[in-house]
Protein backbone atom coordinates (compact mmCIF):
# COMPACT_ATOMS: atom_id res chain seq x y z
CA UNK A 1 0.00 0.00 0.00
CA UNK A 2 2.06 3.14 -1.38
CA UNK A 3 -0.31 5.24 1.11
CA UNK A 4 -0.60 3.14 3.77
CA UNK A 5 1.22 4.35 7.09
CA UNK A 6 -0.04 3.67 11.00
CA UNK A 7 -1.76 6.96 10.55
CA UNK A 8 -3.52 6.18 7.81
CA UNK A 9 -4.97 2.92 9.79
CA UNK A 10 -5.86 4.78 12.90
CA UNK A 11 -8.33 6.79 10.92
CA UNK A 12 -9.70 4.36 9.22
CA UNK A 13 -10.07 2.16 12.53
CA UNK A 14 -11.85 5.03 13.66
CA UNK A 15 -14.45 5.84 11.05
CA UNK A 16 -15.51 2.10 11.03
CA UNK A 17 -16.05 2.13 14.23
CA UNK A 18 -17.65 5.43 14.21
CA UNK A 19 -19.87 4.30 11.32
CA UNK A 20 -20.94 0.96 13.40
CA UNK A 21 -21.78 2.61 16.43
CA UNK A 22 -23.98 4.88 14.39
CA UNK A 23 -25.97 1.98 12.55
CA UNK A 24 -26.40 -1.40 14.19
CA UNK A 25 -25.37 -3.78 10.96
CA UNK A 26 -27.65 -6.55 13.15
CA UNK A 27 -30.56 -4.22 12.26
CA UNK A 28 -29.99 -4.25 8.45
CA UNK A 29 -31.91 -7.45 6.21
CA UNK A 30 -29.50 -10.21 6.41
CA UNK A 31 -28.82 -10.21 3.07
CA UNK A 32 -27.89 -6.54 2.96
CA UNK A 33 -25.26 -6.40 6.07
CA UNK A 34 -21.76 -5.72 5.17
CA UNK A 35 -20.40 -8.00 6.95
CA UNK A 36 -17.36 -8.89 4.87
CA UNK A 37 -16.47 -5.56 3.00
CA UNK A 38 -16.44 -4.40 7.07
CA UNK A 39 -14.27 -7.36 7.88
CA UNK A 40 -11.78 -6.96 5.21
CA UNK A 41 -11.00 -3.22 5.89
CA UNK A 42 -10.28 -3.93 9.56
CA UNK A 43 -8.06 -6.49 8.35
CA UNK A 44 -6.46 -3.51 6.66
CA UNK A 45 -6.42 -1.58 9.17
CA UNK A 46 -4.68 -3.80 11.64
CA UNK A 47 -7.80 -4.98 13.30
CA UNK A 48 -7.27 -8.28 13.02
CA UNK A 49 -9.90 -9.69 16.00
CA UNK A 50 -12.62 -7.37 14.42
CA UNK A 51 -12.36 -8.46 11.25
CA UNK A 52 -12.48 -12.13 12.64
CA UNK A 53 -15.59 -11.73 14.57
CA UNK A 54 -17.32 -10.25 11.33
CA UNK A 55 -16.39 -13.01 9.24
CA UNK A 56 -17.91 -15.15 11.83
CA UNK A 57 -20.80 -13.26 12.27
CA UNK A 58 -21.69 -13.48 8.33
CA UNK A 59 -20.75 -17.68 8.69
CA UNK A 60 -23.89 -17.81 10.82
CA UNK A 61 -26.29 -15.69 8.72
CA UNK A 62 -24.73 -17.77 5.31
CA UNK A 63 -23.70 -21.31 6.87
CA UNK A 64 -22.88 -21.97 3.12
CA UNK A 65 -20.83 -19.68 1.77
CA UNK A 66 -23.08 -18.00 -0.20
CA UNK A 67 -23.14 -16.91 -3.60
CA UNK A 68 -19.55 -17.07 -5.77
CA UNK A 69 -19.05 -13.32 -5.24
CA UNK A 70 -19.48 -14.07 -1.64
CA UNK A 71 -17.11 -16.54 -0.99
CA UNK A 72 -14.22 -14.75 -3.18
CA UNK A 73 -14.54 -11.85 -0.61
CA UNK A 74 -14.71 -14.41 2.24
CA UNK A 75 -11.35 -15.71 1.17
CA UNK A 76 -10.07 -12.23 -0.11
CA UNK A 77 -10.67 -11.13 3.55
CA UNK A 78 -9.27 -14.39 5.44
CA UNK A 79 -6.05 -13.29 3.43
CA UNK A 80 -5.87 -10.34 4.52
CA UNK A 81 -6.45 -11.08 7.67
CA UNK A 82 -3.55 -13.46 7.96
CA UNK A 83 -1.35 -10.67 6.69
CA UNK A 84 -2.46 -8.45 9.30
CA UNK A 85 -1.15 -10.85 11.35
CA UNK A 86 1.99 -11.80 9.74
CA UNK A 87 0.77 -15.36 8.46
CA UNK A 88 1.82 -14.83 4.99
CA UNK A 89 2.05 -18.36 3.44
CA UNK A 90 -1.77 -18.31 4.74
CA UNK A 91 -2.60 -15.42 3.16
CA UNK A 92 -0.95 -17.29 -0.06
CA UNK A 93 -3.57 -19.91 0.51
CA UNK A 94 -6.81 -17.23 0.95
CA UNK A 95 -5.34 -15.27 -2.14
CA UNK A 96 -5.27 -18.33 -4.03
CA UNK A 97 -8.72 -19.77 -3.26
CA UNK A 98 -10.74 -16.48 -3.95
CA UNK A 99 -8.92 -16.92 -7.53
CA UNK A 100 -12.29 -18.35 -8.86
CA UNK A 101 -14.98 -16.95 -11.57
CA UNK A 102 -14.35 -14.78 -14.28
CA UNK A 103 -12.14 -12.55 -13.83
CA UNK A 104 -8.84 -14.57 -14.27
CA UNK A 105 -6.44 -11.85 -12.93
CA UNK A 106 -8.16 -10.57 -10.18
CA UNK A 107 -6.46 -12.42 -7.71
CA UNK A 108 -3.16 -12.20 -8.80
CA UNK A 109 -1.74 -8.23 -7.34
CA UNK A 110 -2.39 -9.72 -3.86
CA UNK A 111 -1.15 -13.19 -4.36
CA UNK A 112 2.05 -11.02 -5.54
CA UNK A 113 1.88 -9.35 -2.28
CA UNK A 114 1.54 -12.18 -0.34
CA UNK A 115 4.94 -13.67 -1.89
CA UNK A 116 6.55 -10.28 -1.12
CA UNK A 117 5.38 -10.41 2.20
CA UNK A 118 6.48 -13.85 2.85
CA UNK A 119 10.19 -13.03 1.58
CA UNK A 120 9.30 -14.94 -1.86
CA UNK A 121 10.41 -12.45 -4.10
CA UNK A 122 10.78 -14.73 -7.52
CA UNK A 123 7.46 -16.08 -6.87
CA UNK A 124 5.80 -12.41 -6.15
CA UNK A 125 7.79 -11.10 -9.45
CA UNK A 126 6.43 -14.51 -11.59
CA UNK A 127 2.53 -13.66 -10.45
CA UNK A 128 3.18 -9.99 -10.85
CA UNK A 129 4.45 -10.83 -14.46
CA UNK A 130 1.22 -13.15 -14.64
CA UNK A 131 -1.27 -10.05 -13.73
CA UNK A 132 0.39 -7.69 -16.36
CA UNK A 133 0.52 -10.42 -19.25
CA UNK A 134 -2.75 -12.30 -18.62
CA UNK A 135 -5.87 -11.66 -21.58
CA UNK A 136 -8.97 -10.09 -19.61
CA UNK A 137 -11.82 -8.51 -21.35
CA UNK A 138 -11.86 -5.37 -19.02
CA UNK A 139 -9.19 -4.97 -16.69
CA UNK A 140 -10.71 -1.88 -15.75
CA UNK A 141 -11.72 -2.69 -12.06
CA UNK A 142 -8.26 -4.49 -10.63
CA UNK A 143 -6.37 -2.43 -13.30
CA UNK A 144 -7.55 1.05 -11.19
CA UNK A 145 -6.73 -0.02 -8.11
CA UNK A 146 -3.80 -2.73 -8.47
CA UNK A 147 -1.78 -1.45 -12.09
CA UNK A 148 0.07 1.08 -10.44
CA UNK A 149 1.88 0.04 -7.53
CA UNK A 150 2.11 -2.97 -8.91
CA UNK A 151 4.74 -1.50 -11.59
CA UNK A 152 5.82 0.36 -8.55
CA UNK A 153 6.78 -3.04 -6.63
CA UNK A 154 8.29 -4.70 -9.41
CA UNK A 155 10.73 -2.19 -9.96
CA UNK A 156 11.87 -2.19 -6.59
CA UNK A 157 11.94 -6.03 -6.58
CA UNK A 158 13.53 -6.27 -10.30
CA UNK A 159 16.24 -3.35 -8.99
CA UNK A 160 16.87 -5.26 -6.21
CA UNK A 161 17.77 -8.59 -7.83
CA UNK A 162 20.11 -5.86 -10.23
CA UNK A 163 17.93 -5.96 -13.38
CA UNK A 164 17.91 -2.23 -14.07
CA UNK A 165 16.67 -3.02 -17.34
CA UNK A 166 13.38 -4.22 -15.87
CA UNK A 167 13.68 -1.86 -13.11
CA UNK A 168 13.47 0.92 -15.43
CA UNK A 169 10.44 -0.35 -17.62
CA UNK A 170 8.54 -0.41 -14.47
CA UNK A 171 9.48 2.48 -12.98
CA UNK A 172 8.50 4.57 -16.13
CA UNK A 173 5.35 2.43 -16.11
CA UNK A 174 4.49 3.58 -12.85
CA UNK A 175 5.56 7.22 -13.26
CA UNK A 176 3.54 7.07 -16.86
CA UNK A 177 0.23 6.18 -15.05
CA UNK A 178 0.44 8.20 -11.65
CA UNK A 179 2.07 11.32 -13.68
CA UNK A 180 -1.43 13.24 -13.03
CA UNK A 181 -2.13 11.63 -10.24
CA UNK A 182 -3.94 13.55 -7.00
CA UNK A 183 -1.38 15.39 -4.70
CA UNK A 184 -1.03 12.91 -2.02
CA UNK A 185 0.26 10.40 -4.65
CA UNK A 186 2.57 12.60 -5.70
CA UNK A 187 6.01 12.01 -3.21
CA UNK A 188 5.66 8.01 -4.61
CA UNK A 189 5.93 9.83 -8.03
CA UNK A 190 9.03 12.09 -7.04
CA UNK A 191 10.58 9.32 -5.74
CA UNK A 192 10.46 6.63 -8.83
CA UNK A 193 11.46 9.94 -10.40
CA UNK A 194 14.49 10.75 -8.14
CA UNK A 195 15.72 6.62 -8.23
CA UNK A 196 19.12 7.20 -10.07
CA UNK A 197 18.69 5.85 -13.32
CA UNK A 198 15.71 7.52 -13.84
CA UNK A 199 16.47 10.35 -12.66
CA UNK A 200 17.53 13.64 -15.56
CA UNK A 201 20.78 13.97 -14.12
CA UNK A 202 21.20 9.93 -14.83
CA UNK A 203 20.34 10.98 -18.25
CA UNK A 204 22.86 13.32 -19.11
CA UNK A 205 25.36 11.58 -17.75
CA UNK A 206 24.67 8.79 -20.11
CA UNK A 207 24.47 10.96 -22.76
CA UNK A 208 27.45 12.01 -21.67
CA UNK A 209 29.30 8.80 -21.48
CA UNK A 210 28.31 7.72 -24.59
CA UNK A 211 29.77 11.49 -26.64
CA UNK A 212 33.44 10.94 -24.54
CA UNK A 213 32.98 7.68 -26.27
CA UNK A 214 31.54 8.53 -29.65
CA UNK A 215 34.25 10.24 -32.32
CA UNK A 216 32.73 13.42 -33.38
CA UNK A 217 33.42 13.86 -37.02
CA UNK A 218 35.04 17.04 -38.26
CA UNK A 219 31.92 18.73 -39.35
CA UNK A 220 30.10 16.63 -36.97
CA UNK A 221 26.41 16.67 -36.82
CA UNK A 222 26.24 17.25 -33.23
CA UNK A 223 28.85 20.18 -32.94
CA UNK A 224 27.18 21.52 -29.33
CA UNK A 225 27.17 18.20 -27.60
CA UNK A 226 30.73 17.52 -28.77
CA UNK A 227 32.01 20.48 -27.72
CA UNK A 228 30.14 20.52 -23.93
CA UNK A 229 31.87 17.01 -22.95
Known amino acids: ?57 FDKVV ?56 NQPDSAIATYERYFTTPQFSRLNPDATHLAPAHKRMAELYDAKGNRAKAIEHYKAFIELWKSADAELQPAVSQARAWPPCSAAAARRRSA ?19 AV
Open 63 to 118: PNGGQQADIIARYNTLGEIAVSEKRFADAVTAFRAADIGGCVLCAQPAIARAFDLA
Open 209 to 227: AYFRTTTCPPNGFTPTLCR
Open 1 to 57: NILGSRIDYLIIDDLLDAGLARNAIDSLPEDDRPYLALAEAYAVAGRADRAKALVGA
